[in-house]
């Protein structure tokens, strides 16, 4: 597994929320709705320097929304299912507006569906003697068909 490190300063994602008590499934829901409306949007996401959208995020946070890691084992928080977006982009009715924090991450391209490279990525910060200074994000990058990549943050800036 090929593990790189990042820092990124605090950014915007507008998206769909919804909550693991939403039950099974819901993170797929929140993209299918997410993508289905992305027209609502689409004017306010970042793009790079040739036009690409700057990513599509799956951010998590606890039900505080402090971006603390989920609880219990990683079974209990919040997602966001969205775009990244211009600073000043106001969320449109039925969209929520999220501000990550700045931090310091160790990222790695997730396989099939991600949950391997979680854990494994869970050991290796064990191993390194790291810790999660908040909750992980899914990144889908629009320059990658679509690859997705798990962030680990590992120290707040």
Request: glycine content about 10%.
């Amino acid at each position: 597994m090929d593990i790189r490190k990042c820092s990124k300063g605090p950014f915007f994602v507008i998206g769909k929320e919804g909550c693991t008590d939403d039950g099974a499934g819901f993170i797929a829901k929140l993209w299918e709705e997410a993508n289905g409306n992305f027209h609502e949007i689409e004017a306010m996401a970042k793009r790079d320097r040739d036009g690409n959208f700057a990513g599509f995020w799956g951010a998590m946070s606890d039900a505080t929304r402090n971006f603390r890691p989920w609880e219990d084992g990683f079974s209990k928080g919040l997602y966001l299912a969205g775009a990244e977006v211009n600073d000043d982009a106001a969320a449109p009715k039925g969209w929520v507006r999220w501000r990550i924090p700045s931090y310091e991450y160790l990222y790695a391209k997730a396989e099939a569906d991600g949950s391997d490279t979680f854990s494994q990525m869970l050991l290796y910060l064990e191993e390194q003697g790291l810790s999660l200074a908040g909750a992980v994000h899914e990144f889908i990058s629009p320059t990658e068909n679509g690859q997705l990549y798990l962030f680990f943050p590992i120290r707040r800036l």
